[in-house]
Structures are given as structure tokens and as C-alpha cells.
């Protein structure tokens, strides 16, 4: 990584005509805000030579460009630049962009479709050069290729992967990588990160499973040697291993204990003397009348956040039952809600209970909050003065029955806006 000659940043060879001329973050503890990074982490860039022209693939954080340039012009000159390809136009990877596109503005730049507006926000640019491609669409550089994989959502929606067929080598962006700085650079060599790889995916690509997928079906097919991702180890020894991976943690985990046909219900509560508690006993039992709906029941006061949330990934419906205390829902629903950025909650069914004293803002503010989620609250939410009387009971019974049914489509759906919550 370093010339032993005058202790200046080298390329590093991938192959004969492709070079990694990224930089190394050892120092780096936490990344966009929600991963810890133990080690730091890498910022991979890398260099294609053709026939008839060179390409650079990606850049690197700005406080890093002076590496990724130094170990560039290892390699190739600045006129020789024929094509610059941004995968991802997060900031961890287009930090050198303004200044290498100064020192070769010969260069064409490729993004995604979805990267324009994207670029134009980063650059501060109205009149910029570029092409925007999709999957299928090439770039020539003599003997050597660059065929384009439109994967959006790994991890923004501008994300794409670049394919070359000549190296069988997939540069994929974020997808792959993991934060994990080791300068030995490729798998077989650096220290153990499995870790990393999947607390990453865990983090990054987990909330879109099913964008993953769409992206496996495209890169499954592809002969692969190696896999160059923007951040940690480099993919030389068998690759395809952490292909079949992404496509594992992508599968549904709990799909071959599902009954049959039958449709999972959550109901999470805490209760502070006991009436939200007769509440959700009383809606499971609802619930419970309508065939076809598997439903748990869980007190949040003896349970972990984290289990929680891979049950909720795979559920079909979330129900949440809190006391109001000062004004508020309590903090271990507020918990478990914060922790849900991680998975896909769209369309999920949703719903709201509680036993209040005074106010009763709690079912609301949990109400407002699974909209933001973006899950699908079809009924409003339940709400009791106190102690439950049995009518009030009943009331929580015909509550699960219907969000049961709901689930099952045996119910005509209708959605509350927010104009009807607030006036309840």
C-alpha cells in the first residue's frame, strides 16, 4: 500500500489492468450515525486500464483525496482518464469527485438515473456533463468493458453496480462491503470480519430485502473472480460465498415455522397497574376468535429490544398497547419503535391501545408513529379511563377481532387521517 521507496500511498494491483487507489480510515468509530466501526473502515476506489482509455471507479471521503490521488498517479496519468463511474454518490465516495474531475475534465462521467438531481445537490452545479445509464447500457475502453447494474436502495436510491466481463470482476458499491479497515486489503488475507459483513448488512441493507433480492437476481448470474466493494475487504477468494449469503440474510427467517396461510399478529404492551394489561389480554383474546391469524402476546417490561425486532420484521401486524404518563407513551415503546429503522415495516398492519388517568395523548403519539413508520393503521386507536369495565373489555375484544380481520382481508379497509385522531 505504501512505496517503500519515498513512504508514499502505491495502487495495489487487482490484476494486470485493474487497481485499488482508495485510502484507509483506521480511525473512524461511528458511520452515518447508526453503525459503530471498532477497526474504521476503507474507502475502496479503484482504477480500470483498457485499450483505449482508463476509468476510475468511485473516489473517497475529501479529508482522504490526497491518498486516493497519490496512488493514482502510480498508475495512470490525468489525461489518460477517459471515464469516471460513481456507484454511489454518498460523500464517502465522491469526496475527490470535484477535484479529479478539475484535473480531467476530458473525462465523461456515468451515474445512475436516479444519482442526477442527486449531483447536481452535491456539486452545486447547474450545467454539469454526465450520462445517466441503467442496467444493460456499456462503456467501451477497447479491450476492456464497463456494463452497468441498476440496484437502487444498496444503500440510496441512486445506487448502482458496475460489471467487467473481460476481469469477471463486480464492482458493487456498498453492496458486499462492510467497515473494516485491514491495509492486507483482500479476504483471504485481512483478519477475521465476518462480524462486520453482517452487522453491515444488518444495518444497511436489511431495511431492503427486497430491493437485495431484485439486485441478486442480476449479479447471481455473473461469473465472478473477484468483488471490489467501496468499504473493507476486497472479494478474491470465492466470491460467490458472500453472494449466497446476502441471498440468506434476505429470506424471510421465520417462513418455514409459519402455519400455513395463517397471517403473524404482534401485540407488544406495558402496563404500569395492570389495566393496559387486561386490555391487550382482552384484544389477543379477539384475536384469537378469527381463524387464520397466528398471534403472540409480549410484555416489554420482561423482554429485549433486539429479539423484538426480528420477530417484527417478519410479522404481518404490530399492535402496541402503553399507559399515558405525563403527556407521553413510555419509554420502552418508544424504544422498541426507535429501533425499527432497520426493517421494512411498509404496509404492515398497525394499532394503538391504553389505559390513560387524566389526558390519554400516548395512543395517539404511537398512532402518529406507525404512519411515519409507514404502516397502515386501519382502525383508531383504543383508549380506556383507568380501570376497564367489562363493557369497556368487550370493547378491546371487538378491537382484535377486527384488526384480525383486517388482517385477513375480511374486512373492508379504511384508513383514519389525522384530522379524525385529533378530534377523538
Known amino acids: 500500500m505504501v512505496d517503500s521507496d519515498n513512504n508514499a500511498p502505491a495502487a495495489v494491483a487487482l490484476s494486470e489492468r485493474v487497481y485499488w487507489i482508495g485510502a484507509f480510515d483506521p480511525d473512524l468509530r461511528s458511520f452515518d450515525i447508526i453503525l459503530k466501526?471498532?477497526?474504521?473502515?476503507?474507502?475502496?476506489?479503484?482504477?480500470?486500464?483498457?485499450?483505449?482509455?482508463?476509468?476510475?471507479?468511485?473516489?473517497?471521503?475529501?479529508?482522504?483525496?490526497?491518498?486516493?490521488?497519490?496512488?493514482?498517479?502510480?498508475?495512470?496519468?490525468?489525461?489518460?482518464?477517459?471515464?469516471?463511474v460513481l456507484n454511489h454518490l454518498e460523500p464517502d465516495h465522491t469526496g475527490a469527485l470535484p477535484e479529479l474531475m478539475r484535473r480531467a475534465p476530458q473525462a465523461?462521467?456515468?451515474?445512475?438515473?436516479?444519482?442526477q438531481t442527486m449531483l447536481k445537490a452535491?456539486?452545486?452545479?447547474?450545467?454539469?456533463?454526465?450520462?445517466?445509464?441503467?442496467?444493460?447500457?456499456?462503456?467501451?475502453?477497447?479491450?476492456?468493458?464497463?456494463?452497468f447494474l441498476h440496484t437502487p436502495y444498496l444503500h440510496w436510491p441512486d445506487t448502482q453496480c458496475t460489471y467487467v466481463p473481460e476481469e469477471k470482476t463486480l464492482?458493487?458499491?456498498?453492496?458486499?462491503?462492510?467497515?473494516?479497515?485491514?491495509?492486507?486489503?483482500?479476504?483471504?488475507?485481512?483478519?477475521?470480519?465476518?462480524?462486520?459483513?453482517?452487522?453491515?448488512?444488518?444495518?444497511?441493507?436489511?431495511?431492503?430485502?427486497?430491493y437485495v433480492i431484485r439486485a441478486l437476481e442480476l449479479i447471481e448470474p455473473l461469473q465472478l473472480d473477484l468483488i471490489a466493494p467501496t468499504h473493507g475487504p476486497i472479494l478474491r477468494d470465492r466470491p460467490?460465498?458472500?453472494?449466497?449469503?446476502?441471498?440468506?440474510?434476505?429470506?424471510p427467517s421465520l417462513s418455514t415455522d409459519k402455519q400455513a396461510k395463517a397471517r403473524t399478529l404482534l401485540i407488544f404492551y406495558i402496563s404500569s397497574y395492570g389495566n393496559t394489561r387486561r386490555m391487550a389480554e382482552a384484544i389477543y383474546a379477539?384475536?384469537?376468535?378469527?381463524?387464520?391469524?397466528?398471534?403472540?402476546?409480549?410484555?416489554?417490561?420482561?423482554?429485549?429490544?433486539?429479539?423484538?425486532?426480528?420477530?417484527?420484521?417478519?410479522?404481518?401486524?404490530?399492535?402496541?398497547?402503553t399507559?399515558?404518563?405525563?403527556?407521553?407513551?413510555?419509554?420502552?415503546?418508544?424504544?422498541?419503535?426507535?429501533?425499527?429503522?432497520?426493517v421494512n415495516l411498509k404496509n404492515k398492519l398497525g394499532g394503538v391501545f391504553g389505559s390513560y388517568g387524566w389526558s390519554g395523548e400516548a395512543v395517539r403519539l404511537?398512532?402518529?408513529?406507525?404512519?411515519?413508520?409507514?404502516?397502515?393503521v386501519p382502525i383508531q386507536g383504543l383508549r380506556v379511563k383507568l380501570i376497564p369495565t367489562e363493557e369497556e373489555l368487550e370493547q378491546c375484544h371487538r378491537f382484535g377481532r377486527e384488526l384480525a380481520q383486517e388482517l385477513l382481508g375480511l374486512r373492508e379497509a379504511r384508513v383514519i387521517d389525522f384530522a379524525e385522531l385529533t378530534s377523538s
Open 286 to 321: 379477539g384475536v384469537m376468535s378469527v381463524a387464520g391469524v397466528r398471534v403472540s402476546l409480549y410484555d416489554l417490561e420482561g423482554g429485549e429490544v433486539s429479539p423484538f425486532v426480528d420477530l417484527i420484521e417478519d410479522a404481518d401486524g404490530l399492535l402496541f398497547g
Open 240 to 251: 460467490k460465498r458472500y453472494v449466497r449469503r446476502y441471498r440468506e440474510m434476505s429470506q
Open 366 to 376: 404511537v398512532e402518529d408513529r406507525l404512519r411515519g413508520l409507514k404502516l397502515r
Open 37 to 84: 466501526t471498532a477497526n474504521g473502515t476503507s474507502y475502496n476506489a479503484y482504477l480500470v486500464r483498457g485499450s483505449e482509455g482508463v476509468a476510475i471507479i468511485d473516489t473517497v471521503k475529501e479529508g482522504f483525496a490526497g491518498d486516493f490521488f497519490a496512488r493514482l498517479e502510480t498508475v495512470a496519468d490525468y489525461a489518460e482518464i477517459k471515464v469516471i
Open 108 to 115: 465523461q462521467l456515468f451515474i445512475s438515473q436516479k444519482a
Open 122 to 147: 452535491l456539486l452545486k452545479r447547474d450545467k454539469l456533463n454526465f450520462t445517466p445509464v441503467l442496467t444493460g447500457d456499456k462503456v467501451s475502453l477497447g479491450d476492456r468493458s464497463l456494463e
Open 171 to 210: 464492482f458493487s458499491g456498498d453492496v458486499f462491503g462492510c467497515h473494516f479497515c485491514d491495509t492486507r486489503l483482500f479476504n483471504d488475507e485481512a483478519g477475521d470480519f465476518r462480524f462486520s459483513f453482517e452487522y453491515y448488512y444488518a444495518h444497511i441493507m436489511r431495511p431492503f430485502k427486497d
Open 323 to 342: 399507559p399515558t404518563i405525563n403527556g407521553d407513551a413510555v419509554k420502552p415503546v418508544w424504544d422498541l419503535l426507535s429501533s425499527l429503522t432497520v
